[in-house]
């Protein structure tokens, strides 16, 4: 075999490549395996994201992996308490030797002829290009470009004065201390940025196109703490993270059921939180139904009391144009501001944005299916890892570590050099690959394969569904094409 070959190519070395590599190293010891890292560090969006506040939008029992514990108190984590538990799994399981980093996927050639992936890496440190040929390509770079976050285009936006930072550009040496800030936006960063620099600016606005669903819970899980005191970790731990699931899995079912009394229970939290003179119908009132897009988390209140401090406030406004001096807004209300931070989204990617070709023809995902939410029609010995927007992303990513480990066990036992997904004639295209309609989906929802009218094509969302199909089930099937060489 040639002297560069590889049996599988992880890429990327955040939640999902560490996941895969760990349920790799201990379910295939006959499989050799290395994973790919564009960045000089592990942690994907843990280590790229240095903004004030950074946190996990998902408790840690279930964000966590299965096979590591995770001891805090805290069920919401800061972004480095995140990093170090990660830098910790790598560490005991001895998986930083199996990381190149600094190295790019760039390009990736299927040939069946040699039955390999080609693969074509750049050295991010002196941009020269290596090649490595692997039997099985696994994708875990995430879903969103890491270079460049989504900015629309603001008219008027050289003309400001003041600093423009974009979230997923922030570096540690920005100083907004007594400034006036604006944070255009209402998501997820939005609602973690404003509190955790409220208390030192001389004040920070939200400003916010349309409202967006916000639920307040405490960072901690009392529950979950009691049963950690009392059980060993292991078990502790497994009865906390299935009491999340589960718990989560019935809350995005009732939502999904009863839309309008859970939009009325979000905004009376608002308003309890808020009181009763505050405007909630202009500033916290949605116009889409629970769960269109993400709820977002305020652990403990904590944007609510930056409110209720006059340290900060929400404007809900277009923008007109930017001036030197900050924002004007079509009702002509002008915000004044120091510091405009563009919390404005991601620029979704997908595959990682690597060249793929299948016997030199360019891969186009948007003409594929998606096989079990993880490969696609017609594309050999590839798998991407995506987690779920209705739960934890690592509970769908741990599915598919444990399905592409249970796959090439089933190749090894059988003999077979390479699968394909090949949906049968009664398969039609279905619906998008995402039900949300979240901006940065609905911007790259031309981009994302399709799902198919039928199962095993369509993503289910559903962990407990898909942990029965994918733990327990039958790998081999009538859309599953497995074959060996010639």
């Known amino acids: ?31 050799s395996f290395t994973i790919l890292e564009g960045r000089e560090n592990i942690g994907g969006t843990w280590d790229l994201f240095k903004y004030p506040g950074i946190r996990s939008d998902s408790d840690m029992h279930t964000m966590g992996f299965r096979f590591k514990p995770w001891k805090s108190s805290k069920t919401i984590a800061d972004g480095p308490s995140i990093l170090d538990y990660l830098d910790e799994t790598v560490e005991e399981n001895n998986l930083r030797q199996k990381i190149q980093f600094s190295k790019k996927l760039i390009k990736a050639s299927w040939s069946s002829q040699e039955l390999l992936w080609n693969l074509q890496i750049e050295n991010q440190l002196d941009k020269s290009i290596e090649e490595l040929t692997c039997n099985f390509l696994f994708m875990c770079g995430g879903y969103y470009n890491y270079d460049e976050g989504y900015t629309p285009e603001f008219k008027g936006i050289e003309n400001f004065e003041g600093q423009i930072v974009h979230p997923q550009k922030w570096t540690e040496d920005i100083n907004y201390k007594d ?70 899995r019935v809350l995005f079912i009732l939502l999904k059921r009863y839309p309008q009394k859970f939009k009325d229970n979000l905004i009376n939290g608002v308003r309890q939180h808020l009181g009763e003179d505050y405007d909630i119908d202009t500033h916290f009132t949605p116009k889409y139904m629970p769960w269109d897009q993400r709820l977002c988390l305020v652990p403990n209140g904590d944007m609510f009391e930056a409110i209720n401090s006059g340290k900060a406030s929400v404007v809900t406004d277009t923008i007109e144009e930017f001036t030197p001096k900050g924002i004007k807004l079509s009702s002509g209300k002008e ?68 399905y592409v480990c249970k796959l090439l066990n089933h190749m090894d036992k059988k003999g077979f050099t390479y699968f394909s997904p090949e949906p049968g004639e009664d398969v039609k295209p279905g619906g998008d690959y995402l039900d949300l309609n979240s901006g940065y989906i609905q911007r790259a929802a031309h981009k994302l394969p399709k799902q198919g009218s039928r199962s095993p094509w369509i993503m289910t969302q559903n962990y407990l569904k898909d942990i029965s199909q994918i733990r327990f089930g039958r790998i081999q099937n009538s859309d599953l094409k497995f074959k060996k060489a010639s």
């Open 335 to 402: 915000l004044e501001a120091d510091m405009i931070i563009t919390a404005t989204g991601l620029n979704m990617q997908f595959l990682n944005g690597v060249d793929i070709k299948i016997n030199n023809e360019t891969l186009d995902i948007s003409n594929k299916l998606s096989y079990k939410g993880m490969m696609f029609s017609d594309v050999p010995n590839l798998a991407a890892s995506f987690g779920y927007t209705t739960a934890s992303w690592t509970l769908g990513a741990d599915l598919t570590s444990e």
């Open 1 to 31: 075999m040639n002297k560069n070959y590889i049996d599988v190519v992880v890429v990327g070395a955040g939640i999902s490549g560490i996941g895969a590599a760990y349920n790799l190293q201990n379910r295939c010891p006959n499989r």
């Open 179 to 248: 400034k006036e800030v604006v944070v255009i936006g209402s998501g997820a960063t939005a609602v973690t940025i404003i509190p955790a620099m409220a208390s030192e600016t001389s004040h920070i606005t939200m400003l916010q196109r349309s409202p967006t669903y916000y639920m307040s819970a405490p960072d901690q899980d009392s529950i979950g703490n009691l049963i950690k005191k009392i059980l060993p970790d292991k078990t502790a731990y497994f009865l906390v993270r299935w009491k999340n699931i589960l718990m989560g």
